[in-house]
């Protein structure tokens, strides 16, 4: 038997956006927050450098919307970059209000705005270099003082339960969704009159990431069986800048570094991005990350360095304490000399096609922040957008969910039917296809492509979702299996967006089709079968 829960809101995720949209709603409405681990787990918590947003005189609204727009290789969504920037402070008014201890100059003094690769302005409101911690420790505290909010750990999302799903006839909505305990293995139904999907990206489809274990493409697989449109898959942004040791796994060292003067470093010391961009270490994340991945296949090296020893020890300890702390724990001391880097996945530019109101295809049925696009990130995104883009669209959502919040949800959903499963024996292949899949994605789908490689990469990957769907029918379900499930949904996805872009444009780079085309437009995916 299933356990049921009934509210009036189901968000699945818990990082700025599902957070953001949960405080905006809990005041007139009952809100569930799933989440896969522990609630302060995800994405946001591991977000270093900070929120992009025109808070200066000396900046301008439309100045950031060119920024976007260039960073994105001009296949951004105009309106939705306006949309987005236009709500850019109050968007930050709204975090500081909420607590956020963004940093200042002083005490009592102006906030201190840095600068990224991309941005022609300092924008960049943060909490020294740990913004993203903060933010979510501050949202996730007032969320828990809320009476309205019901925090659900160890839930694993199954999928979303549609009233096509049920066979009712009308306009397709989503009524709830499926969601396995971890903890003692029972499959729940949460109700809900709204579902929001707010769970992250999908990097952990390749072998090296920057992003927690938690970010395996779940949302966006979801919304795809569910019959929403994908876009702009192929664009996976890779950063530039991860520790390379065994033991930190790929700490992410903020771009921020070499906003305040970091120097990118050959093995011998020789400086090299002046060959790549005239904007040298702050040029966008896909020019920088290219640049490293082909220095490090020309030389035969693992990694490169990154420089930041010639500013005062003092300035680095103050502006950069996590980092420093963190490389300092692993025997690099970055005040003293380089420290060794690798490019790592990193954020998912496309995924669930979305309006402005963060509203899917499916009536009901939302998706925020890194499982959406929203076409503010074009072929890549802009450093520090993409804390902006979640407050900016779950707030844009939270506004239309109260304007439709009339709706009842009086449809009964089933339990979940395990009558015909057995346990597994065999969890070995879920472990083996795990491996492959995400070393073939790494191989053949990574930084630079070619047709060949893509090829190989779609006969594996047709392979091993029938494999895992043979599994999965006839298997009681786990988190592993659900995990490699959905990454080799999106995998597929991936693969078959960057098939059909047959040109080289911002984070999709392909040997075969090395120049830019002079018109483009987004890829938009469409499900046959769905459900």
């Given at each position: 038997?299933?356990?049921?829960?009934?509210?009036d809101?189901?968000?699945?995720?818990?990082?700025?956006?599902?957070?953001?949209?949960?405080?905006?709603?809990?005041?007139?409405?009952?809100?569930?927050?799933?989440t896969?681990?522990?609630?302060?787990?995800?994405?946001?918590?591991?977000?270093?450098?900070?929120?992009?947003?025109?808070?200066?005189?000396?900046?301008?609204?439309?100045?950031?919307?060119?920024?976007?727009i260039?960073?994105?290789?001009?296949?951004?969504?105009?309106?939705?970059?306006?949309?987005?920037?236009?709500?850019?402070?109050?968007?930050?008014?709204?975090?500081?209000?909420?607590?956020?201890?963004?940093?200042?100059?002083?005490?009592?003094?102006?906030?201190?705005?840095t600068?990224?690769?991309g941005?022609?302005?300092?924008?960049?409101?943060?909490?020294?270099?740990?913004?993203?911690?903060?933010?979510?420790?501050?949202?996730?505290?007032?969320?828990?003082?809320?009476?309205?909010?019901?925090?659900?750990?160890?839930?694993?999302?199954?999928?979303?339960?549609?009233?096509?799903?049920?066979?009712?006839?009308?306009?397709?909505?989503?009524?709830?969704?499926?969601?396995?305990?971890?903890?003692?293995?029972?499959?729940?139904?949460?109700?809900?009159?709204?579902?929001?999907?707010?769970?992250?990206?999908?990097?952990?489809?390749?072998?090296?990431?920057?992003?927690?274990?938690?970010a395996?493409?779940?949302?966006?697989?979801?919304?795809?069986?569910?019959?929403?449109?994908?876009?702009?898959?192929?664009?996976?942004q890779?950063?530039?800048?991860?520790?390379?040791?065994a033991?930190?796994?790929?700490?992410?060292?903020?771009?921020?570094?070499?906003?305040?003067?970091?120097?990118?470093?050959?093995?011998d010391?020789?400086?090299?991005?002046?060959?790549?961009?005239?904007?040298?270490?702050?040029?966008?994340?896909?020019?920088?990350?290219?640049?490293?991945?082909?220095?490090?296949?020309?030389?035969?090296?693992?990694?490169?360095?990154?420089?930041?020893?010639?500013?005062?020890?003092?300035?680095?300890?103050?502006?950069?304490?996590?980092?420093?702390?963190?490389?300092?724990?692993?025997?690099?001391?970055?005040?003293?000399?380089?420290?060794p880097?690798?490019?790592?996945?990193?954020?998912?530019?496309?995924?669930?096609?979305?309006?402005?109101?963060?509203?899917?295809?499916?009536?009901?049925?939302?998706?925020?922040?890194?499982?959406?696009?929203t076409?503010?990130?074009?072929?890549?995104?802009?450093?520090s957008?993409?804390?902006?883009?979640?407050?900016?669209?779950?707030?844009?959502?939270?506004?239309?969910?109260?304007?439709?919040?009339?709706?009842?949800?009086?449809?009964?959903?089933?339990?979940?039917?395990?009558?015909?499963v057995?346990?597994?024996?065999?969890?070995?292949?879920i472990?083996?296809n795990?491996?492959?899949?995400?070393?073939?994605?790494?191989?053949?789908?990574?930084?630079?492509?070619?047709?060949?490689?893509?090829?190989?990469?779609?006969?594996?990957?047709?392979?091993?979702?029938?494999?895992?769907?043979?599994?999965?029918?006839?298997?009681?379900i786990?988190?592993?299996?659900?995990?490699?499930?959905?990454?080799?949904?999106?995998?597929?996805?991936?693969?078959?967006?960057?098939?059909?872009?047959?040109?080289?444009?911002?984070?999709?780079?392909?040997?075969?089709?090395?120049?830019?085309?002079?018109?483009?437009?987004?890829?938009?995916?469409?499900?046959?079968?769905?459900?």
């Amino acid at each position: 038997m299933s356990r049921h829960y009934k509210h009036d809101i189901v968000i699945i995720g818990a990082g700025a956006a599902g957070l953001t949209l949960a405080l905006e709603l809990a005041d007139h409405h009952r809100v569930a927050i799933l989440t896969k681990a522990d609630i302060r787990e995800g994405s946001t918590l591991y977000a270093q450098g900070g929120v992009a947003a025109v808070l200066s005189d000396k900046d301008t609204i439309d100045s950031h919307i060119n920024d976007t727009i260039d960073a994105g290789v001009e296949l951004g969504d105009p309106e939705a970059i306006r949309f987005t920037v236009e709500h850019s402070k109050e968007s930050i008014d709204w975090l500081i209000e909420q607590g956020v201890p963004f940093t200042r100059y002083g005490e009592g003094e102006e906030y201190h705005l840095t600068k990224e690769g991309g941005h022609s302005h300092r924008r960049i409101i943060h909490s020294a270099d740990a913004t993203g911690l903060a933010i979510s420790k501050t949202l996730i505290k007032n969320a828990s003082n809320h009476p309205n909010i019901e925090f659900f750990p160890d839930r694993v999302a199954i999928d979303v339960v549609t009233t096509k799903k049920l066979g009712i006839a009308g306009p397709n909505r989503a009524v709830g969704v499926y969601a396995l305990n971890s903890d003692d293995d029972v499959i729940e139904v949460f109700h809900g009159r709204f579902v929001s999907l707010a769970c992250g990206g999908s990097s952990k489809v390749y072998l090296y990431t920057s992003n927690p274990d938690t970010a395996s493409g779940d949302g966006i697989a979801m919304a795809w069986r569910a019959g929403c449109r994908v876009a702009n898959m192929e664009f996976n942004q890779f950063h530039p800048t991860c520790l390379y040791d065994a033991k930190a796994k790929t700490f992410l060292i903020s771009e921020a570094v070499r906003g305040e003067g970091g120097k990118l470093l050959l093995p011998d010391g020789t400086r090299f991005m002046a060959k790549f961009d005239k904007r040298e270490e702050l040029a966008p994340r896909d020019i920088v990350a290219r640049a490293i991945d082909h220095e490090m296949k020309r030389l035969g090296v693992h990694h490169v360095l990154l420089d930041i020893s010639h500013k005062d020890p003092e300035f680095i300890k103050e502006h950069f304490p996590t980092i420093y702390k963190r490389c300092l724990e692993y025997g690099h001391d970055m005040t003293k000399g380089p420290i060794p880097v690798v490019p790592a996945a990193h954020y998912t530019c496309g995924g669930v096609v979305v309006n402005r109101h963060s509203a899917t295809d499916i009536e009901n049925l939302y998706a925020i922040g890194e499982t959406a696009y929203t076409g503010l990130h074009g072929a890549n995104r802009l450093a520090s957008n993409s804390l902006l883009e979640c407050i900016v669209f779950a707030r844009s959502a939270a506004h239309h969910i109260s304007e439709n919040h009339a709706l009842t949800n009086d449809i009964s959903i089933p339990d979940w039917d395990e009558s015909k499963v057995t346990d597994s024996d065999e969890d070995v292949v879920i472990t083996h296809n795990w491996q492959e899949l995400r070393r073939f994605m790494w191989d053949y789908v990574g930084i630079v492509r070619t047709d060949k490689r893509l090829l190989r990469a779609k006969h594996r990957v047709d392979l091993l979702l029938s494999e895992i769907q043979e599994f999965y029918t006839n298997y009681k379900i786990s988190n592993d299996l659900l995990e490699l499930r959905n990454l080799a949904m999106v995998a597929d996805l991936i693969i078959r967006s960057a098939m059909s872009r047959k040109e080289s444009r911002g984070l999709h780079f392909t040997l075969d089709y090395p120049n830019k085309q002079t018109t483009s437009s987004p890829t938009i995916l469409t499900p046959k079968n769905t459900d």
